[in-house]
């Protein structure tokens, strides 16, 4: 089974959407206490994953909460129009998850490492973002009404400051006292498919680096004491789990080869993962892989989620113009 795989080669999924499908594969069946939602866009698929209970919780290996999946392969096309609809689709996503007063104020956390592209996500929507803290009171009357204060910040990681991330945040969430954290941050994904055009929500927080194995200090609304939604894009996938993927295609292909069939159900599953661990050598449970496009993609997805951001907390945002807005 995946899951078991997974497990064997320490790869922790930080997308609910794929923890869900790989779950309900190896069981099939559908997951008791986890609700899923489709609906469709024209250049995106959104999906909604509520996980309601504990038990659920621990089969899922996700706390409870609301995971939002908007996938958008159009992500990967130089379309500024197609690029704001996506964005629309974000902020309207984000706003549900919201629980504002007009006046609320907000805290947005790039996390990452800006000196690595696939890790650059998090600082690159900081760059872009709408930020309102310090200059609300002068904005033009026509916009200081809906424009809520926005505090951005990109703490870096803990190989560039020496500090663990939360413990930076939560030194800055004591002394500016936001009512809501978003903290961004790239993520690792089992689909190569999904590099760089899926973007996930949750109102459960974020745990930085889980995805290629560095485990951190959570933030989330019992770390942080006010509440915390993560936005994550999948920038990397495992090779294990490309190579595994490798092996699983050729196997299917082989099984409808009556020659071959009966030697091919006989393989024993552990000797799959043995292969896959010796292909990759040192790196067996630590390579990890990104498009070479990379750069392009960071770039297109800062402007996106600055953009969705921007849209669903300030009211004044007109949301076919939010791109004038963008620093």
């Given amino acids: 089974m995946r899951s078991d795989l997974y497990r064997s080669l320490g790869i922790k999924i930080d997308m609910a959407l794929e923890a869900h499908d790989i779950v309900r594969g190896d069981t099939g069946q559908e997951i008791p206490g986890v609700q899923q ?9 959104v999906t909604v994953i509520r996980i309601l209970d504990a038990s659920a919780a621990q089969v899922m290996g996700k706390p409870v909460g609301t ?29 549900s998850l919201l629980n504002l007063t007009h006046d609320a104020s907000v805290l947005i956390v790039g996390l990452g490492n800006w000196n690595a592209t696939p890790d650059a996500l998090g600082p690159r929507v900081v760059n872009y973002t709408l930020v309102t803290r310090h200059l609300k009171k002068y904005a033009p009357q026509d916009l200081s009404g809906g424009l809520r204060p926005v505090s951005a910040l990109a703490p870096g990681v803990l190989g560039i400051t020496g500090i663990e991330t939360a413990e930076i945040i939560k030194g800055v969430v004591e002394k500016t006292r936001p009512d809501l954290i978003i903290a961004i941050d790239a993520l690792a994904t089992q689909s190569t498919d999904r590099i760089a ?13 889980a995805g290629i194995g560095n485990q951190r200090m959570g933030i989330n609304k019992e770390t942080m004491g006010v509440p915390v ?34 030697t091919v159900k006989n393989i024993n599953p552990i000797t799959i993962q043995e292969i896959v661990k010796s292909v990759l050598g040192p790196y067996s449970t630590n390579l990890m892989v990104t498009p070479k496009e990379i750069d392009d993609l960071i770039q297109s997805l800062g402007k996106i989620i600055a953009g969705g ?12 113009e939010f791109h004038m807005y963008l620093h």
């Fill in 309 to 320: 951001i921007s849209i669903a907390l300030h009211p004044s945002v007109d949301p076919q």
């Fill in 197 to 209: 055009t899926s973007i996930q929500l949750a109102d459960t927080g974020i745990s930085p680096g």
């Fill in 229 to 262: 939604i993560a936005i994550g894009v999948p920038t990397v996938v495992n090779a294990a789990v490309i190579a595994q993927g490798a092996l699983d295609r050729f196997m299917q292909q082989m099984a409808t080869n009556p020659v071959v069939r009966d």
């Fill in 37 to 45: 939602q489709k609906q469709s866009f024209e250049h995106a698929e």
């Fill in 67 to 95: 995971y939002i999946t908007i996938d958008a392969p159009a992500i990967r096309e130089n379309n500024k129009q197609i690029h704001n609809e996506i964005a629309e689709v974000l902020a309207k996503q984000l706003s």
